[in-house]
């Protein structure tokens, strides 16, 4: 028996897709929607690795609801950070959002990880509980015809001093802005 | 039969700050201590330009951490500050100020595709610690195709 190492270097056939510009009611349940451009595509950053999405076989977008191919051979992990908008400078609380599997309206399931995002009034670090150290809701599949929505879960105060899950206005350079990853590995 | 790991063919790699290469201020960069410790030979890091280069595209990311618990402050941090820079560069608020709150988001990590990886201050506030938390500030990289 020969054994020959095999010494390239080894690489993920991946293309990955950024959407952003999230707007959401703040009410439990409540969808999050990307009005990327108006018409779901996502950020032109990199538009190499983009991958190609809304013809036959390939991952759709209608701005707010992912529906996966019917007969893919590709894995999709979907992976966003909401941010917490108070427009008080002081706003404090906190909020979660995560995926839900809506293909059967009667049967939605909550699926992959809960994002937990708090303020960033930062009187509370050395406190725990309601905050996760990686704020991104996660969900990897590839099952066919499955339709994903991001949707918000719950809050500690109702959504009090929230005003928004992403900043719409002129943003200054230390804020931030909402964003949705979608990998696509091959 | 035997076998030789080949750690050379890894498509992934951690890199950390050894604390002796800086970038120099150039606006609207900030001074920043460079990422320059590639785990695999995936990376080499870059003298001249302070960047870790890559043969090929890879997908990485960069947290930072500030090696201060004193003061209050913002830091924006990332590859590239002109394109669409909130939603490729990370944001942290420095803490023990116990004020501000306005915004934040969970995921403080930038974002960058190419072949040369050099993560950066973009804005650091008045009074803020710019020096890093070797410890706790990473990058990572993926090999990517399409």
């Known amino acids: 028996m020969s054994y020959f190492l095999d010494t390239s270097v080894k690489s993920l056939k991946m293309g990955v897709n950024i959407y952003y510009n999230a707007t959401s009611s703040l009410n439990n349940g409540s969808t999050v929607s990307f009005n990327t451009s108006g018409s779901g595509a996502p950020l032109n950053y990199q538009p190499t690795y983009n ?18 191919p019917n007969a893919s051979q590709s894995i999709f992990m979907f992976k966003c950070a909401l941010v917490w908008y108070g427009e008080s400078l002081n706003s404090a609380g906190e909020y979660s959002y995560s995926w839900y599997d809506v293909t059967d309206t009667n049967n939605i399931m909550r699926v992959g990880s809960i994002a937990s995002i708090t303020s960033g009034l930062n009187y509370s670090e050395g406190r725990a509980g309601l905050v996760v150290a990686d704020e991104m809701a996660v969900y990897t599949t ?12 719950s809050s500690n105060n109702s959504y009090a001093s929230l005003t928004a899950v992403d900043y719409t206005g002129t943003p200054q350079v230390y804020y931030n ?5 979608v990998y696509k590995l091959n | 039969m035997t076998y030789i790991k080949n750690a050379g063919s890894s498509p992934f790699a951690t890199c950390s700050i050894s604390g002796s290469e800086s970038i120099s201020a150039s606006p609207p960069w900030k001074y920043t201590t460079a990422f320059d410790t590639p785990s695999t030979p995936l990376g080499v890091f870059n003298s001249t330009t302070k960047a870790i280069d890559t043969s090929q595209d890879c997908l990485a990311f960069a947290s930072f951490s500030p ?12 590859f590239n500050p002109e394109l669409m820079p909130e939603l490729v560069a990370m944001v942290l608020p420095e803490v023990g100020s116990g004020t501000a709150g306005g915004l934040s988001r969970g995921d403080d990590t930038c974002i960058d595709i190419s072949k040369a990886h050099k993560a950066q201050y973009v804005y650091v506030s008045t009074g803020a610690q710019e020096a890093p938390d070797k410890n706790r500030s990473i990058m990572y990289m993926l090999r990517i195709g399409v």
Request: proline share 0%; with cysteine.
């Open chain 1, 51 to 68: 991958f190609a999405t809304g013809g036959s076989g390939q991952l759709a977008f209608n701005g707010s609801k992912f529906t996966l």
């Open chain 1, 177 to 181: 802005r909402a964003r949705c990853l």
């Open chain 1, 142 to 153: 590839n099952t066919a015809n499955q339709e994903l929505e991001l949707r918000l879960v």
């Open chain 2, 67 to 78: 090696n201060n618990n004193t003061v209050g402050g913002f830091f924006n941090f990332s």
